[in-house]
């Protein structure tokens, strides 16, 4: 079987940490992706200049040479309209964890009110705004029960892109029909789990994560959006790291570290649906569209080879440790690997 | 304040395990109940003559001296006439866990159809049937798509009593009220927990269980029951003792360890919702009427003096660990403790 070629492939949603992690983790997405867009919720979070640019330093230290660009983004809180004109062309987005939105959406709206002159200033500025959207109620309905949120939110800020991060019910991928502002990452994992994976056998924390995987229903309805490419929805791996003794514990971290595995996995699935014509559009030409970049010229190539996924890397058991993918991440445009 | 008592206290659902674990957790049960009804689901499974003495023995010499009644259950499989005849006096019942039964209601009756001989022999022999009742389905909906599968049972055997083991949905609650014969046992640790505990926050692996805990709505249905004393209910802890090393790894074991905690817990939590005349019913004098047996007196007595919960029994973690409880045991009838 000839090989299968995706151009400058993209990760939309990327969480690569600090210190020994970054050094860890950053070098695998920079080998298989051509950009990725990078979380800022680190403690203390990325939410100055300052900040931003120590970030993308040690960021680009880890990268060295790949053709990899990091998208910086900055954490939310109330800007003022200097701050964000002096840092907008170093940031594609600023992410916003609505922290106390409560299953009351009213509530919820409320409590986004005092974000609302920073929202007003990012539609001026055309700078995208990133939402983990969660409301506080029960684990399995907190992402619906978020949806009017988001059409608060969409309808106040017409000319403001809101991306709805990491979905994982069939009510966000309805909800991507209903405005045209409204966009949609989701991840490689929840377009295979179900809460059935997590918890249905044995517990398997390395396979918990937040948003948590959601109902078979819903998993279909990403899987459905994802095969299609459905023109708003975009691949965001929201691949992170933990070492090991923080996912196999008493109080067990959130998050799957897929960053690595994404793009095999990625071509096998969408070849098992007969879907490959799609992929392209759905890891990289629906991001560049909604996002109005370019980014750098970047072939990646895969060959049809079982290959086993590595139990870890180094202190981190990635998703499928140990498993057979049916394809393997051959060569980049810079580097046969 | 004066000290409360409970006369006989039972756990209708109890795991004692073999060899070294049996002699850790069968003591901290027999101290403070009367009796327990003892799972069968050891490997092999207990589900002969022999094998029913020699576990009973092991009981037995694990318990002590102590006044403390194992009710003996066997595994399901075909038995014979002659065999459940045999064995009827040292047993109070079989227990079923229905392998196989899918979420679809016709097939789960039809793989049931080859128990049907032995449910009639039971049914003759007044020897209660204990289910595990999930289907094979998603892990949210397994308990009440087997309720199909409990109005078959209890419709095809009108005289056999059926008990729905650990229920966890308001369906089971609201079943109890449909068949004359149909019972159920609710655990501790279902009459607080929802998902949100297990999986909301960090992922907590002592508090993963089988079933799972489910949500709200359905943790308050089996906490009004409860606390309502339902005549048609009955406390059984489902305790199972797991070592730390199987709770916090890559796939973790099922079972909350409540056995040495759940009546001082218990106590708190129906002191706390003015419920306390309604405990003896809850964890005795329901379970004497509906198996039609009369325990040992045994006055277990309580006094309210805040107690913190020990972070282990050896290698077991038990629920609460480290927490404070408002209730501490006293004294049996027996010994001063």
Redesign the interface.
């Known amino acids: 079987m000839a090989p299968f070629q995706l151009q400058s492939p993209l990760d939309m949603h990327l969480h690569l940490r600090e210190g020994d992690l970054l050094n860890l983790v950053a070098p695998l997405s920079a080998r298989a992706f051509a950009g990725a867009v990078i979380m800022p919720n680190l403690v203390p979070p990325v939410d100055n200049a300052a900040r931003l640019d120590s970030y993308r330093a040690a960021v680009d230290t880890a990268i060295g040479d790949a053709v990899f660009e990091p998208y910086m983004t900055l954490f939310f809180r109330p800007y003022t309209a200097d701050e964000l004109e002096a840092m907008r062309s170093r940031i594609v987005g600023i992410k916003l964890y609505p922290a106390g939105v409560t299953t009351n959406s009213e509530a919820g709206v409320r409590a986004l009110q005092e974000a609302e002159p920073t929202l007003g200033l990012m539609q001026e500025l055309d700078i995208p705004l990133l939402v983990h959207g969660e409301s506080n109620g029960?684990?399995?309905d907190r992402e619906a029960e978020f949806m009017p949120v988001y059409e608060h939110l969409a309808r106040t800020f017409p000319r403001l892109r809101i991306v709805m991060e990491h979905i994982t019910t069939r009510q966000a991928v309805a909800f991507l029909d209903r405005y045209a502002n409204v966009f949609a990452t989701v991840t490689l994992h929840h377009l295979v789990l179900?809460?059935?994976d997590?918890?249905?056998?044995?517990?398997?924390?390395?396979l918990?994560c937040k948003p948590?995987a959601k109902?078979?229903e819903d998993r279909d309805a990403l899987l459905a959006a994802a095969l299609s490419a459905h023109p708003k929805l975009m691949f965001g791996s929201d691949s992170a790291p933990h070492p090991q003794h923080s996912?196999?514990?008493?109080?067990?971290?959130?998050g799957v570290f897929t960053a690595p595995v994404a793009l095999p996995m990625l071509v096998e699935l969408f070849e098992k649906h007969d879907a490959l014509d799609n992929l392209q559009a759905f890891v990289s030409d629906n991001a560049r569209r909604i996002y109005s970049f370019t980014p750098a010229p970047k072939a990646v190539s895969f060959v049809k080879e079982a290959t086993v996924v590595p139990q870890r890397y180094a202190t981190v058991?990635p998703f499928g440790a140990g498993k057979t993918v049916a394809w393997r991440l051959s060569e980049t445009g810079q580097t046969l690997v």
């Open positions: 029960f684990v399995m179900t809460l059935d997590v918890a249905g056998g044995l517990l398997a924390p390395h918990f948590i109902r078979p996912k196999e514990c008493a109080g067990c971290a959130a058991l």
